[in-house]
């Protein structure tokens, strides 16, 4: 079973950084993209992020050159470095990751279960 466990959110004040972490973890073949998504209520779940197995990454036009996302193949771990963050980043925060389960030839997205991000004024 895969799973993914995200971990680092919290709350601090505007101006401040946050570092979240993604662990995958399960009977893997291969991990494909992996990205960020944040989502506040009664919106849809949005883009912050993306990074592929090679280390391109694609950002959201409100986040660039304020958060970084990275990745550890090895420790099948992404993450998303957050500096001077403001109050309208305040959601909850998800990593997804495409992800090819062993004993199968394809890949699926899998999501983390969510971690808040509150940043005061």
């Known amino acids: 079973q895969v799973q993914l466990v995200e971990s680092g959110g919290g709350l601090v004040q505007a101006g401040g950084s946050l570092r979240l972490s993604c662990k995958v973890s399960?009977?893997?073949?291969?991990?494909?993209?992996m990205a960020w998504f944040h989502q506040t209520p009664g919106n849809q779940r949005q883009l912050v992020a993306s990074?592929?197995?090679?280390?391109?990454?694609d950002y959201a036009d409100s986040m660039e050159g304020r958060f970084t996302i990275s990745r550890d193949n090895a420790m099948r771990t992404v993450y998303l470095q957050m500096n001077n963050l403001k109050p309208e980043d305040t959601a909850v925060y998800y990593c997804?990751?495409?992800?090819?389960?062993?004993?199968?030839?394809?890949?699926?997205?899998?999501w983390g279960q969510g971690t808040q991000v509150t940043i005061s004024s």
């Open positions: 997804t990751a495409e992800v090819m389960v062993g004993g199968t030839n394809y890949y699926r997205s899998y």
């Open positions: 399960g009977t893997i073949s291969g991990i494909r993209v």
């Open positions: 990074i592929t197995r090679t280390g391109n990454t």
